[in-house]
């Protein structure tokens, strides 16, 4: 079932994103021991700004997909509760393709920029990496989410189904 | 329609699709692209800037703090940190009247010493702290509001993701909002103590009594929350006092948690995974809230209003001290119905500059961090008053026998606390700035 | 009809780019177009995005004109790239004009394919770049081990070689970084230095003898393309009138108020400035002409002819340099000589001075 396939992936992903924070939390952690440790010869990590930059970046994107898909962003409910049923549904309905449109073109302009920097042979400031490789890394996260924002929009048109025994999204974060 | 005019009816439109539940972050996203199409009156250089502007907003290294924090906050949790605190302040005086919910108020507050966010605080705390209250015989409207009213401790007391966000919009140095924010939370903690000492008096069916505790014992629950003790001077007093950024405090916070939680057995890999996917869902919340409102106060920016606004206001010739308390009152409206971050991202690029043109006989870096501690203190007022309160939501859930009317009745002494500490501290902004003068 | 210009920037309105040259071409731009173009000026990034976007949003319509730091994007100009090399650019109190002048010419005639997309208003540097470090620099090897942040990865290319540790952070995390181990000096022009407190974090500052500055930094005010197009011949006149060596100048005069002021203030508090003697600086010229080299080699693979655009850049300068110069190559005059700061051949040392206060 797509939509199994779907929130697998977008779980998948927060995990990828959780390790990279780790990574960032180990990276600067090494990289404090090495410049209390300047005596010794030893120094910060090279680079270490940059990379808790990039990586701060490339985990936000992989976050966002399960995010939505556990309806985790924030909402108010305060004339939700008073609507009537049919328009409730409708405004559900709205936000999810809203939602959808939204990433499609930013994700559509992050392909774009991904590019232009590639064009441009930008780099980062000490480890002269290829600014192109985050954005890449970033385009991933963000061709999950329109998986992911896809997927909700079609079970609010009926189209797909909750996969069995995943997760209801909660009410929404207030 | 100018650009003014626009700007001010984008306020009501926002609002609305808010109220009906649109997401907080697409609505400002919606917002601010449609409004400053508007303005450009062709779509091309929105699409430009949207070739950068989401990789650059969430890549950067000042925001970079608030997922570290959040990660931090799980593994205290997964470390059983939240129970020792409240095992430690609850063998202190948990048997005086009212002691085991002053107990989880210091709880709170030890808790919000390692953890930058009022949710997270409010649900861990109440996780641990609320079958201790119900079983001691608190009613169910005290435990759940004293629970509610802690879990904004989270916040109030430094680190604190609202502050971080304070900073970035304003330039204002992170470390030294901090060292501000530390005395008024330290206060809300008391205040929080005394109305429950109140409380209990006017209502004496309301706790129960526990049998004191001996001295030895009280001495090792003491013990065992060394970790926090040891995490939070290394992450707030090294980054106050010189030996990391924020940032880098936040990492080191995270390792330590991680680190203590994994030395008591709690961290392992279906526990991490599970710190994992609330650290991803709360920071994606964040970050596409931060995301909408960099477009919508793009937009904002466009439009002229806050630069005119500010004009306005200053032209007025209004006494400084009216216009602080209408801010301020503002915030606390807003804060019946929205979330903190939200109300912060949206309104400090328009209430900013206008506090800054006005003179408080105060220094600008002064006038700007007490500013932003007072605003810290009222947004986060909005997480316990009804009928939108974040942590009233949270902690209710927690107590499924308590009706969510018994907690909004008990929630308000602790209400009326904040609003006397707001007013305390505004009135005399020497309270908020004593830190400070004396590190200078 | 009345036009809007939106200048768009990232320092804070009171800062000395913005007061001192954004302000006054503004002000004169809507004088001289009689009340028809309106600027609205927009700083510390108000319109949002980051820094490193700036030239793009000029180029993209995001805002009508932008004011940006070309190294903020590494890689994306290479030939304007050769301004942030070691000791090419002058020092001296009107360094920051003169470069800018040459800078402007330079673009014009070697990197015009970099501006190609947008309307060129001024292409500028800042005055000399220099030390400003904790513990003092007495040769190159006392910045060995420190934790420096560079203005530019030109300078971080430098500073690996002479075994100190770069650390790339944006400029306003400075003052906090400083504060706390986590920088251990920093390198920027005297101009930014109030702004970021340097001089109270700091107690020493570093400069060289000869006429050349440690680094500098190529800046762009650059107009949207379409935006010029679809102005009517007499504003563009206006623009025009307003674009180019003099409005460069002008940017560069802005620098060199700001470097006075900076080191006026570093001497008030009583701070520490050195020269190091021409002994001295002969060693850094080697590390420094190995940077080059290095850069030389890189953007040939961009098919560009560094060695000749370094030639160019250093020669636009000349024709505007007081003929006296004791500029040399580290291969000539002053015969390079082992690290002895206290020697020193008399003549090459007498412009190495300490200036106390
Ligand atoms: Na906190
Ligand atoms: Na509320």
């Known amino acids: 079932m797509m939509t199994t396939w779907v929130f697998r992936l977008a779980r998948a992903s927060a995990i990828v994103g959780g390790l990279v924070l780790c990574a960032i939390t180990l990276l600067s952690v090494a990289s404090i021991t090495g410049r209390a440790l300047n005596g010794f010869g030893l120094g910060p990590v090279p680079g270490d700004f940059e990379l808790v930059e990039a990586g701060t970046g490339v985990a936000v994107f992989l976050f966002?997909?399960?995010?939505?898909?556990?309806?985790?962003?924030?909402?108010?409910?305060?004339?939700?509760?008073?609507?009537?049923?049919?328009?409730?549904?409708?405004?559900?309905?709205?936000?999810?393709?809203?939602?959808?449109?939204?990433?499609?073109?930013?994700?559509?302009?992050?392909?774009?920029?991904?590019?232009e920097k590639r064009e441009y042979l930008e780099t980062t400031f000490i480890l002269q990496m290829p600014v192109w490789w985050a954005y890449a890394l970033c385009v991933v996260g963000a061709v999950i989410g329109c998986l992911a924002y896809l997927t909700k929009t079609l079970i609010e048109l009926g189209l797909a189904r909750y996969p069995h025994g995943w997760p209801v999204p909660t009410a929404g974060v207030h | 329609m100018t650009g003014i005019e626009l700007a001010a009816w984008s306020f009501p439109v926002l609002l609305g699709l808010i109220f009906i539940r649109v997401p907080i972050g697409l609505a400002m996203a919606l917002c601010g692209l449609v409004g400053a199409y508007w303005i450009y009156g062709t779509p091309v250089p929105l699409l430009?800037?949207?070739?950068?502007?989401?990789?650059?907003?969430f890549s950067n290294y000042n925001l970079s703090v608030i997922p570290l924090f959040l990660l931090m906050g799980q593994f205290a949790a997964l470390g059983g940190l939240s129970r020792s605190l409240f095992k430690a302040a609850e063998a202190w005086i948990g048997h005086y009247k009212g002691g085991v919910a002053m107990a989880a108020v210091g709880a709170c507050a030890g808790f919000g010493a390692i953890c930058g966010s009022s949710l997270a605080t409010a649900a861990t705390m109440g996780q641990v702290a609320l079958p201790e209250l119900r079983r001691a015989g608190y009613s169910g409207a005290l435990s759940t509001a004293c629970l509610a009213a802690g879990g904004t401790l989270g916040i109030l007391i430094p680190p604190s993701v609202v502050l971080v966000i304070y900073a970035i919009l304003t330039e204002q140095n992170i470390a030294k909002l901090f060292l501000a924010a530390f005395i008024p939370g330290i206060l809300a903690a008391i205040g929080y103590i005394i109305v429950i000492s109140i409380y209990v008096r006017l209502k004496p069916d309301?706790?129960?009594?526990?049998?004191?505790?001996?001295?030895?014992?009280?001495?090792?629950?003491?013990?065992?929350?060394?970790?926090?003790?040891?995490?939070f001077?290394?992450?707030?007093?090294?980054?106050?006092?010189?030996?990391?950024?924020?940032?880098?405090?936040?990492?080191?916070?995270?390792?330590g948690t991680g680190l203590a939680a994994w030395l008591a057995g709690g961290l392992n890999a279906k526990t991490?995974?599970?710190?994992?996917?609330?650290?991803?869902?709360?920071?994606?919340?964040?970050?596409?809230?931060?995301?909408?409102?960099?477009l919508y106060n793009t937009f904002l920016a466009l439009s002229q209003l806050p630069q005119e606004l500010a004009q306005w206001v200053i032209g007025q010739g209004l006494s400084p001290w009216l216009v602080l308390t209408l801010i301020l009152v503002i915030y606390l409206l807003l804060g019946c119905v929205m979330d903190s971050l939200s109300m912060i991202l949206l309104t400090i690029p328009i209430f900013f500059p206008m506090i800054m043109g006005l003179d408080f006989g105060l220094t600008p870096e002064e006038t700007a961090i007490w500013f932003g501690i007072l605003v810290l203190i009222v947004v986060e007022v909005g997480l316990i008053t009804p009928p939108v309160g974040m942590n009233l939501f949270v902690i209710n859930n927690l107590a499924r026998d308590v009706p969510i009317v018994h907690t909004y009745r008990g929630v308000t002494p602790f209400v009326i606390s904040d609003l006397v500490r707001t007013a305390i501290l505004a009135a005399v902004p020497g309270i908020t700035l004593v830190a400070l003068r004396l590190t200078a | 009809q009345q036009i809007t210009l939106r200048v768009h920037h990232f320092l804070p309105a009171q800062a000395n780019v913005p007061r001192l040259a954004i302000e006054p071409w503004a002000k004169k731009i809507e004088a001289e177009s009689g009340g028809r173009i309106k600027v609205q000026i927009f700083p510390a990034m108000q319109m949002g995005g980051s820094p490193a976007q700036l030239f793009d949003q000029a180029r993209d319509g995001v805002a009508d004109v932008t004011w940006t730091v070309l190294g903020y994007t590494p890689g994306r100009f290479p030939k304007m790239e050769v301004f942030e090399l070691p000791f090419l650019t002058p020092s001296g109190e009107r360094a920051g004009e003169i470069t800018s002048r040459a800078a402007w010419e330079y673009a014009q005639r070697f990197a015009a394919d970099e501006f190609k997309d947008v309307k060129l208003i001024a292409v500028h540097t800042h005055g000399p770049g220099l030390f400003h470090t904790k513990q003092p620099i007495t040769g190159l090897e006392s910045v060995r081990g420190m934790k420096i942040r560079g203005g530019?990865?030109?300078?971080?290319?430098?500073?690996?070689?002479?075994?100190?540790?770069?650390?790339?952070?944006?400029?306003?995390?400075?003052?906090?970084?400083?504060?706390?181990?986590?920088?251990?000096?920093?390198t920027i022009p005297w101009e930014v230095g109030p702004s970021l407190r340097v001089h109270e974090?700091?107690?020493?500052?570093?400069?060289?003898?000869?006429?050349?500055?440690?680094?500098?930094?190529?800046?762009?005010?650059?107009?949207?393309?379409?935006?010029?197009?679809?102005?009517?011949?007499?504003?563009?006149?206006?623009?025009?009138?307003?674009?180019g060596a003099e409005t460069s100048a002008l940017f560069g005069k802005a620098m060199d108020e700001g470097d006075k002021a900076g080191r006026d203030i570093a001497l008030k508090a009583g701070n520490k400035i050195t020269q190091l003697d021409l002994a001295e600086t002969q060693r850094w010229l080697r590390t420094a002409s190995s940077v080059e080299d290095d850069w030389v080699k890189e953007v040939r693979g961009k098919g560009i002819d560094g060695a000749q655009l370094i030639k160019e850049a250093s020669r636009s300068k000349r024709a505007t340099r007081s003929p006296s110069?004791?500029?040399?190559k580290p291969s000539a005059g002053c015969a390079p000589r082992p690290a002895s700061r206290t020697i020193g051949s008399k003549r090459c040392a007498a412009r190495g001075s300490m200036v106390r206060n």
């Open chain 2, 206 to 231: 309301s706790a129960g009594r526990m049998e004191p505790v001996p001295m030895r014992e009280r001495w090792q629950a003491l013990a065992g929350t060394w970790p926090v003790i040891v995490i």
């Open chain 2, 233 to 255: 001077l290394a992450v707030v007093g090294g980054i106050y006092s010189g030996i990391f950024t924020p940032t880098e405090g936040a990492a080191v916070g995270a390792f």
């Open chain 1, 64 to 115: 966002l997909p399960w995010t939505y898909l556990r309806g985790g962003h924030a909402t108010v409910d305060l004339l939700y509760n008073h609507l009537p049923a049919a328009m409730r549904k409708a405004v559900t309905l709205a936000s999810d393709v809203l939602m959808l449109l939204l990433w499609l073109v930013l994700t559509w302009r992050l392909w774009a920029g991904m590019w």
């Open chain 2, 272 to 294: 991490l995974r599970e710190a994992i996917y609330g650290t991803a869902i709360a920071t994606g919340m964040i970050f596409m809230i931060v995301l909408g409102a960099g």
């Open chain 2, 48 to 57: 430009n800037q949207l070739k950068q502007v989401t990789f650059t907003t």
């Open chain 3, 325 to 328: 110069s004791i500029w040399l």
């Open chain 3, 152 to 186: 530019t990865r030109i300078v971080n290319n430098m500073l690996v070689k002479l075994g100190a540790t770069p650390v790339g952070m944006p400029v306003p995390q400075v003052t906090e970084a400083l504060s706390k181990g986590v920088l251990d000096g920093t």
């Open chain 3, 201 to 243: 974090l700091v107690k020493n500052h570093t400069t060289f003898a000869g006429d050349r500055a440690l680094y500098n930094m190529a800046f762009a005010f650059s107009m949207n393309k379409a935006k010029y197009e679809s102005l009517p011949p007499d504003l563009k006149k206006v623009i025009d009138d307003n674009a």
